[in-house]
């Protein structure tokens, strides 16, 4: 069965780098979300991605946040200047329809120190 | 805001028994939802969706929708040591707005 795949799986970082995580929707998929878990607390919407462009984004994703599908099959969140408030877990998840389930990767843990 | 509202837990079942867990939302223009089971430090693993009024049964869990009520549940029937993780209710509004999860412990 197809997956959303993410990498990398952890990544530790200083505050103040850049730092991009991937991910490989599923094949056949049209929309690709991005959204994060702060330990403790609830998963949140950070944006969401359609024909190439960003369809809609939350207050979260602010000037420091960029997504991009650089190659048709990766899909990347960039953070510019990381902050120790970015450290979480960020899920990417893709759909073919909208009203679709949303199928999502297994996570990439950022540490920013 | 669109809120999604579950209730705080923990909830604590012995094994065999019906788990119950209830989620609120505000915004009636949502069409459909989810209920996603997280265990510690994975992501969420899709248990059931909804998306009419009514009760839907998926082997040991129903779910069940009041769109009125804006009111959404899941029983978790014989209640598993494997089901203790904690559930998150989803609200599809073309992205999804989580609640904050119950989590659920089943003693052996």
């Known amino acids: 069965e197809p997956e959303v795949t993410q990498t990398p799986s952890h990544q530790v970082t200083q505050m103040g780098q850049e730092v991009i995580l991937r991910c490989v929707p599923i094949?056949?998929?049209?929309?690709f979300y991005w959204y994060r878990q702060i330990l403790g607390q609830k998963v949140e919407f950070l944006v969401s991605?359609?024909?190439?462009?960003?369809?809609?984004k939350s207050e979260i994703f602010d000037d420091q946040f960029s997504v991009e599908r650089p190659d048709g099959s990766n899909f990347t969140l960039k953070i510019r200047s990381t902050k120790l408030e970015d450290s979480a877990m960020y899920f990417c998840?893709?759909?073919?329809?909208?009203?679709?389930?949303?199928?999502f990767g297994p996570g990439t843990r950022l540490l920013v120190l | 805001q669109k809120e999604v509202e579950q209730n705080s837990g923990p909830l604590s079942v012995p094994e065999g028994a019906i788990a119950s867990l209830n989620c609120t939302y505000s915004?009636?223009?949502?069409?459909?939802f989810f209920w996603y089971r997280q265990y510690s430090g994975k992501s969420p693993e899709l248990i059931m969706s909804i998306y009419s009024n009514g009760d839907k049964e998926d082997g040991r869990f129903t779910a069940q929708l009041n769109k009125a009520s804006q009111y959404v549940s899941l029983l978790i029937r014989d209640s598993q040591p494997s089901d203790s993780a904690t559930y998150l209710c989803a609200a599809n509004d073309y992205k999804l707005s989580f609640g904050a999860g119950t989590t659920v412990t089943v003693r052996a």
């Open positions: 998840a893709s759909i073919r329809d909208r009203q679709e389930t949303q199928y």
């Open positions: 991605f359609y024909n190439n462009e960003i369809s809609e």
């Open positions: 915004d009636r223009g949502s069409q459909s």
């Open positions: 094949s056949n998929h049209l929309y």
